[in-house]
């Protein structure tokens, strides 16, 4: 084979080689966004639902309600409730301070 033919050769595939990366990457990158965008989503919701029990539980102590009253409306733990009491009494007060 000619040296031309054999350079023609080779220069095609390292252009060939660049496109293939090229795409690869795009592909990476769509994958990744698409992942990121999911692992958000998730995040954003539960953190959504967080808050909502939050500013439920507070509302409840608001109106003198109990751990246990609270636990029994929400048809939860009283062990988790009591973390959340703990939390929203102290932002009732730093709110009325």
């Given at each position: ?31 990744g966004?698409k ?63």
């Open positions: 084979m000619c040296k031309a033919i054999k350079d023609w050769e080779e220069e095609n595939i390292a252009i060939g080689e660049k496109r293939g990366i090229k795409k690869g990457e795009k592909r990476g990158e769509k994958r966004e992942r990121g965008e999911k692992r958000g989503v998730k995040k954003g919701e539960k953190q959504g639902k967080d808050e909502l029990l939050l500013s439920i539980v507070s509302k409840k102590i608001t109106k003198g309600k109990t751990i246990p009253e609270i636990a029994e409306a929400l048809e939860m733990s009283e062990d988790v409730i009591a973390r959340i009491y703990r939390i929203a009494e102290k932002q009732i007060q730093e709110k009325s301070a």
